[in-house]
């Protein structure tokens, strides 16, 4: 009982200080650029119960915030705009216009709008911790929490209104549930299975690789490859046939129900005109058709809205994005852009955790080479199984992706690769303390200090947790050499830019920022707007400007300016030449010349 209370003070401890870095973290940022439209399309399906606001994500990670918005219900005109009335999807303008024109102050619609993320964050947290524990032990319990709410990308991105936090959360717990229904199939675990599908599929558009990914773990877990065996055929084709039951059972019991919910208010004709709209460059196809047909259509019209929101996620996909990557301004990152970014983004004491796990299964297999053969192996180790599928197949589908704009989409990966490591480290730990107290108390050590490193790592990047990079790269002040966007500048830093005006007492900025929130807010009337194409060279800048010299750059713009070649774009070549005075966050760079 001792031990039990002593665990859970632990386990406690780590989530709170968790928690206090990500709430106190997200104080000096300004809304990121995701947030803008997600904060504004959660509230409105809340006060209105109209989807016509980015489709392209489920509904649920905007509804917990617009249910937090509509406690403090700010008062605002922004439903009487044409980004409401009369825009196609007017969700970037609706929500700038919601946190920045309401009677709330932008920081306390921002505060509010986040505090349901925290909520969603712990929540994975507790699962891993609880997973590990059953699986492992006290040991890998309290390494998977420790490693899970102190990685600087979690909680960069557990903190913020978007899905990517979301969609990691819903996979770990429906990934949890469907092992517990394929160990024991019952009505009590398939209808909790169908509710942890569903709510991950409102989560975000990634989740249906969930369908596929539990598919194929059902036919193994069935037949578990015993091909000459025609019951273990019938076996597999019967647990593949339950799991379809449970997948359609979560679109029509709990999706559908969401989507119809978010469509009611949403007038037919005007859904019917946005989505040709929307639809109107895309290719003639039986879905394009399906989904116009249906999308004025009492009760179905909310499955269409889904579709809607899929296709446009597989369009922007097929579409790519045009990014910084190591120097070059490209269409995309290929094959070696998430492996590199997910290798820079987390602390090299997590790099030492993962050596130490395969030395750890190179070591167990040497000690033990003759354990029998045991014919319920599979089943016996379901969880590493799985996790090690949907690794596979999620990794495989994002080296593959054109859509490189942040480690932030390798998320879903996160919570399954520590628990494999802190698994088969646990599995080290406690043989070592059964039969080798003295390298026991070395690996105790060891553990240990790399554990601190990785935490100290997290409380040393405070508040900047979007531009954390590891020491390969130079620490969070190098890492713009490499990449941009999501994985450096997401317009977080306007605020903290604000601050350091004023406490160096700066009347003008000239400014180009990478970012939807309003500088006006944070900067009042001390900035001008400007780019790369307004100056010929810094001779040109220093001549012209009305900024007193002062010019200040997010990353992305400038990192995007220096390396385009073509003919006319816009430049900051001129600038190279001089050291900035001051990197605001990692993320703004600032020059004085004169």
């Not at 990691?168 to 009505?187: D, E, H, P, S, V």
Request: charged share 15%; aromatic share 14%; net charge positive.
């Amino acid at each position: 009982m001792r031990q039990e209370r002593k665990l859970r003070f632990i386990a406690a401890s780590v989530m709170c200080i968790a928690l206090a870095l990500a709430f106190t973290s997200t104080l000096s940022d300004a809304p990121i650029v995701d947030e803008v439209p997600h904060i504004g399309a959660g509230y409105s399906y809340i006060a209105r119960g109209d989807m016509r606001l980015n489709p392209e994500h489920p509904p649920l990670i905007k509804d917990l915030a617009g249910i937090a918005l509509a406690i403090i219900n700010p008062q605002t005109s922004v439903f009487s705009t044409s980004s409401w009335t009369t825009d196609v999807n007017g969700q970037w303008q609706f929500g700038r216009d919601l946190i920045f024109e309401s009677d709330r102050s932008p920081d306390t619609i921002k505060v509010v709008a986040r505090l349901p993320m925290l909520m969603v964050f712990a929540f994975a947290c507790w699962l891993v911790w609880k997973w590990a524990r059953e699986r492992y032990g006290d040991v890998a319990a309290i390494m998977s929490l420790t490693l899970l709410a102190f990685s600087p990308t979690i909680l960069a991105h557990g903190r913020l209104v978007t899905t990517d936090m979301g969609a990691a959360t819903g996979i770990l717990a429906a990934t949890y549930c469907f092992i517990k229904f394929l160990r024991k199939q019952n009505t009590h675990t398939f209808w909790w299975a169908v509710l942890s599908l569903g709510l991950a599929l409102l989560a975000k558009f990634n989740t249906v690789l969930l369908g596929p990914y539990f598919v194929i773990a059902a036919l193994i877990y069935g037949f578990q490859f015993k091909f000459r065996s025609l019951t273990a055929w019938k076996a597999g084709a019967r647990l593949v046939a339950l799991t379809v039951l449970l997948g359609a059972t979560s679109f029509v019991a709990v999706v559908w129900p969401i989507y119809i919910a978010h469509t009611w208010n949403y007038p037919a004709e005007r859904q019917r005109s946005d989505t040709a709209s929307i639809l109107g460059g895309y290719p003639d196809s039986l879905l394009k058709t399906t989904l116009l047909w249906a999308s004025d259509k009492p009760i179905i019209r909310g499955a269409a809205q889904w579709g809607l929101g899929l296709a446009m996620v597989q369009q922007r996909s097929a579409g790519g994005n045009t990014i910084y990557w190591m120097g070059r301004v490209v269409r995309q990152g290929g094959p070696g852009y998430f492996p590199t970014v997910y290798f820079i983004k987390e602390p090299l004491a997590w790099w030492i955790l993962v050596s130490v796990a395969l030395t750890a299964l190179i070591f167990h297999r040497r000690r033990q080479p003759d354990q029998p053969k045991r014919s319920n192996f599979y089943r016996d180790n379901l969880e590493e199984w799985m996790w090690l599928l949907w690794l596979a197949i999620y990794w495989i589908i994002s080296i593959r992706s054109t859509l490189n704009i942040g480690v932030r989409h390798l998320l879903p990966v996160y919570p399954f690769t520590i628990l494999l490591v802190t698994g088969r480290i646990s599995i080290l730990y406690e043989w070592l303390r059964h039969n080798d107290k003295q390298r026991h108390r070395i690996v105790a050590v060891v553990l240990a200090i790399l554990l601190g490193w990785y935490a100290f790592e997290s409380a040393r990047i405070w508040p900047n947790y979007i531009t954390y990079f590891n020491q390969v790269v130079g620490g969070s002040s190098g890492g713009y050499r490499f990449v941009a966007d999501s994985n450096l500048d997401w317009g977080q830093d306007i605020k903290r830019l604000g601050v350091w005006m004023e406490s160096n007492n700066i009347e003008k900025m000239s400014l180009d920022y990478f970012g939807w929130s309003d500088p006006s807010y944070y900067l009042g009337t001390r900035y001008l707007y400007t780019t790369g194409r307004y100056w010929k060279d810094a001779k040109d800048f220093i001549a012209r400007n009305q900024s007193g010299g002062w010019i200040a750059i997010s990353a992305t713009f400038f990192l995007e300016a220096t390396n385009k070649t073509e003919p006319g774009a816009s430049t900051y070549r001129w600038l190279m030449d001089y050291e900035p005075t001051a990197v605001i966050g990692n993320s703004i760079f600032v020059w004085h010349l004169e």
